[in-house]
């Protein structure tokens, strides 16, 4: 149980195009999702908090108009990077809590490798 | 501001050799601590949640530990695929803190 995907697992592009990764959560409901981007050697850095229904919380020095997140129902986020530029280039990874589940725990997706050329 | 913060950076262990992992967390009003073994170009699967100081949690050779201030992840004997980055993480209900991870390679 608790298994969460993500499509595409990598996608290369265009600098100037938008890119679209999808996170579904397949056997459990997600109130909430979040969205994390890592750079090589590095830790995960919160993107924003993707509420079902609601307006995502953006972190700060997150441009919320780049990185568009939509959360239409219990077990689908979209992350959708627009005007992509070479600096975007990096592993996005989603995660999401399961509304029945007894701790807090996320779990994650596979992640999504994103290139901008 | 709320910090995480793992050690050593990379660990190096001969097959069976056991050791620690370190994770010192600042956080206010932790509610779970969190463990994650990453894969390289893989998301980070889940492993324990411990809630308050003197919980531990076991998985096959895995055990994690908590205090006040710092968590430990105790690996006993291990074998070359417990090679990974071990990630730490601390918050609370909305947001989750974490630290860099340690590299972890096992050698036969």
């Known amino acids: 149980g608790a298994v969460v995907s993500q499509h595409p697992s990598w996608v290369i592009c265009k600098s100037g195009t938008s890119v679209k990764i999808e996170c579904r959560s397949l056997?459990?409901?997600?109130?909430?999702m979040f969205w994390y981007r890592q750079f090589p050697k590095q830790s995960l850095m919160l993107m924003a908090t993707?509420?079902?229904?609601?307006?995502?919380?953006?972190e700060q020095g997150v441009e919320k108009d780049k990185f568009l997140i939509n959360h239409a129902s219990l077990t689908l986020s979209t992350l959708t990077v627009t005007s992509a530029h070479p600096e975007d280039s990096s592993f996005y990874i989603c995660?999401?809590?399961?509304?029945?589940?007894?701790?807090?725990?996320?779990?994650f997706g596979p992640g999504t490798r994103l290139t901008v050329l | 501001e709320d910090q995480v913060t793992q050690s050593p950076e990379a660990l190096r262990l001969q097959e069976g050799e056991s050791s620690s992992l370190n994770c010192s967390y600042t956080?206010?009003?932790?509610?779970?601590l969190f463990w994650y073994r990453q894969d390289p170009g893989k998301g980070p699967e889940f492993l324990f949640t411990?809630?308050?100081a003197g919980e531990e949690k076991e998985k096959e050779r895995l055990k994690a530990t908590l205090t006040k201030k710092e968590s430990f992840l105790h690996i006993t004997a291990p074998k070359p695929e417990d090679s990974a980055t071990y990630l730490c993480?601390?918050?609370?209900?909305?947001?989750?803190?974490f630290g860099t991870g340690t590299k972890l390679q096992v050698i036969p």
């Open positions: 995660s999401a809590r399961d509304l029945g589940g007894a701790n807090n725990e996320q779990f």
């Open positions: 411990l809630y308050s």
């Open positions: 056997d459990f409901q997600a109130t909430t």
């Open positions: 993480a601390a918050g609370g209900y909305q947001k989750v803190t």
């Open positions: 956080v206010s009003g932790l509610r779970g």
């Open positions: 993707s509420n079902e229904g609601s307006k995502a919380t953006y």
